[in-house]
């Protein structure tokens, strides 16, 4: 299991799921700011 | 850090050891790791506390956000966001470099994380003296300010511990045997990048 507290790689690698995740709810709400 | 896959034995002095720990001592989790697992956590706290205060008035109250006459610099702020978020990758760098015994990509992903926090922290005052507006115009300015200056608190606190690591790294201190220094400063700027990445979507985005 990932655990971002154990090693830097983890941690980096955590900060990757959460940018993957982030980067869709952004591009929806710029794209849904632009259609509005 | 290396010591969460020690077992803990290796804690109390390495020696085989039978009964509880020392008093200051768990039995269960290494003195680093608690170290480190207790810091995260009041932090994770003191931002709820913050964005508590941030949903309050978007959702209890209703209040409209931005406040009505203001406008939040999304783009901009959008690229300073990619300038933090790189500062992880040249980190990662770094930390993988001494890794492998590759001082060059020590000292040069390092120095190179040190300036594009510098910048992003840069930016940010930049964009405090140009928004237009002050904490006590309004509720919103004032968790717009809160949220953001938090944050770029530990944005100041992350370049002085990479300050430190720079000039370390420069003075030849880390090995591949030995580079907690640049890790745990390491797992703390990371913490700090996803604390922006949540702050930058609550705030300027949705």
Same mark, same amino acid.
């Given at each position: 299991m990932l655990n971002p507290l154990r090693s830097e790689e983890e941690a980096f690698r955590l900060l990757l799921y959460v940018l993957a995740c982030f980067a869709v709810v952004i591009g929806i709400a710029l794209v849904v700011r632009l259609l509005l | 850090?290396?010591?969460?896959?020690?077992? !803990?034995?290796?804690?109390?002095?390495? =020696?085989? !050891?039978h009964g509880p720990p020392?008093?200051? #001592? @768990?039995?269960?989790?290494? =003195?680093?790791?608690?170290?480190?697992?207790?810091?995260?956590?009041?932090?994770?706290?003191?931002?709820?506390?913050?964005?508590?205060?941030?949903?309050?008035? #978007?959702?209890?109250?209703?209040?409209?956000?931005?406040?009505?006459?203001?406008?939040?610099?999304?783009?901009?702020?959008?690229?300073?966001?990619?300038?933090?978020? @790189? @500062? @992880?990758?040249?980190? !990662?760098?770094?930390? !993988?470099?001494?890794?492998k015994g590759n001082r060059f990509a020590l000292k040069?992903?390092?120095?190179?994380?040190?300036?594009?926090?510098?910048?992003?922290?840069?930016?940010?005052i930049n964009e405090y003296a140009n928004i237009g507006f002050a904490p006590h115009d309004a509720a919103q300015q004032t968790i717009f300010y809160g949220l953001t200056g938090l944050h770029g608190a530990h944005v100041f606190i992350g370049l002085t511990l990479l300050a430190i690591v720079t000039i370390r790294s420069f003075r030849g201190h880390y090995s591949p045997e030995e580079h907690r220094g640049v890790e745990v400063p390491g797992i703390y700027w990371h913490f700090v990048d996803v604390m922006w990445i949540i702050v930058y979507t609550t705030v300027y985005v949705i």
């Open positions: - | 850090m290396e010591a969460a896959s020690v077992p !803990h034995a290796a804690g109390h002095g390495g =020696a085989e !050891h020392p008093a200051n #001592r @768990s039995s269960v989790v290494p =003195a680093p790791l608690l170290g480190m697992l207790l810091f995260i956590i009041s932090e994770i706290m003191v931002f709820g506390a913050f964005f508590t205060a941030y949903f309050f008035i #978007r959702i209890a109250q209703g209040d409209p956000w931005p406040a009505p006459g203001t406008k939040l610099p999304v783009i901009p702020t959008l690229f300073n966001t990619l300038i933090l978020v @790189s @500062s @992880s990758f040249t980190l !990662h760098w770094a930390e !993988h470099g001494i890794k040069a992903g390092i120095a190179t994380t040190f300036l594009l926090g510098a910048t992003f922290l840069f930016i940010q």
